[in-house]
């Protein structure tokens, strides 16, 4: 099938490398030209395993193409992706501009029969404002071409995001039209063979569940690190807590491990978007606005713990650093909770030195030169002359550290750990203090 994808951002590029492996004819747009003649080249601007090469085979067998050009885009496929962005507006609200662009430069050019699929993730009615936009614009033109608005949100993982589109769990599809359900039956068969994973509804439906899948996945969270919070003061283990209530598998294991807040491009924004739909329509979520505050106290977690460890004077002090992305196996640092150690522990005076196996560039980006951050290349080196140890992410490069080198090499034994990696008594084997979450020796623990 011809398909067309706009935005080639993290979703635009895995849905359009993906649908074009199993033989889709697939052109995708960007505005940005730099990044299309990066493309052209095989360069891919993220880094997302296992993405790298399947956009160059494809490319290379002719199936997935970039053009900066709108009218060639809309020309070309029957399906017209939506993916690009929709960052949050000053309110919370999805900014739906780049969105809206994209469906009226298709009103303008298109000359046939289009579906057009919501793919970026875009608030309940959004579906309704893009048909608007393409019918004003055909009807600007004096054409009465037939075309489709349907939604169908992206569960990808970063990290995972190949593997999540070629195995879904679930394709939501939402559309009012039988002719655009026989396209995105036909555009899904080859993901969709060993068992129906496709499932239909009504559009607003479609838009809201995408919300709803973020935002119990991010109250499940919030939710076990209050309990981590509280098994701190109450002098209880919150990884004893969640293996406990884990195997009820009503509660199932995914998704509640506790650490030092979520973040990523998806759930801070999705939970915020949420919230302020529901206040748009009169309708105050309490459990939404809960879920965000959690988590932002629980991104300042760690400072609160290297600052009461310092005696709240941490000038001069340097902290070693190991993880900088939101989370493993991407570079992606947006909303990451290691942004807020570092610009808390700058404030407050301390020097940082980093590691990220892949987040390092991406960091130089985001904070250029400065004085107080050392980028360092390996995580043996980020401990050199540092008093201690912070962990943020849980890569598998620091699993098995050499805790006896660790303890040698830090000023002071002492290691934060905001993901819950290690047994508490393997650190206080080779004499190392451990502050986890939620558990182990800490500050707030009742005697
Ligand atoms: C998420 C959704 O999982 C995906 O379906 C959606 O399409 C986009 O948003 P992603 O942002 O890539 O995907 O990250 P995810 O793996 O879900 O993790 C999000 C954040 O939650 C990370 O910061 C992670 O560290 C944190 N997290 C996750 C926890 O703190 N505890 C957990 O138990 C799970």
Known sequence: MKISIFGTGYVGLV?????????????????????????????IPIYEPGLEPIVKHNAEAGRLKFTTDTAEAVAHGVLQFIAVGTPPDEDGSADLQYVLAVAKAIGQHMEDYKVVVDKSTVPVGTADKVR?????????????????????????????????????????VGTNSDRAEEVLREVYYPFNRSHDRMIFMDIRSAELTKYAANAMLATKISFMNEVSNLAERLGADVEAVRRGIGSDPRIGYHFIYPGCGYGGSCFPKDVQALARTAYDCGYESKLLN???????????????????????????????????????????????????????????GAKVQAFDPEAMEETQRIYGDRDDLQLCGTKEQALRGADVLVIC????????????????????????????????????????????????????QVD
């Open 15 to 43: 849905t359009g490398a993906c649908l074009a492996d199993t033989g889709h004819d697939v052109l995708c747009m960007d505005v940005d030209q730099g990044k299309i003649e990066r493309l052209r080249n095989g360069q």
């Open 290 to 348: 809960a879920v965000e505050a959690v988590n932002y106290a629980q991104k300042h977690v760690l400072f609160d713990k290297v600052s009461h460890y310092f005696q709240d004077d941490l000038a001069n002090k340097t902290v070693a650093l190991w993880g900088l992305s939101f989370k493993p196996n991407t570079d992606d640092m947006r909303e990451a909770p290691a942004r807020t150690l570092m610009e808390s522990l700058w404030a407050a």
């Open 393 to 444: 992410t849980e890569w598998k490069e620091f699993r098995s550290p050499d805790f006896a080198a660790i303890a040698r090499a830090l000023k002071e034994p002492v290691v934060f750990d905001g993901r819950n990696m290690y047994e508490p008594q393997m650190l206080d084997r080779h004499g190392l203090l451990y502050y986890a979450i939620g558990r182990g020796r800490n500050q707030f």
């Open 132 to 172: 608007d936009v393409v019918r004003a614009q055909l009807d600007h033109r004096g054409l009465e071409l037939e075309f489709d608005v349907v939604s169908n949100p992206e569960f990808l993982k970063e990290g995972a995001a190949v593997n999540d589109f070629m195995k879904p769990d679930r394709i939501i």
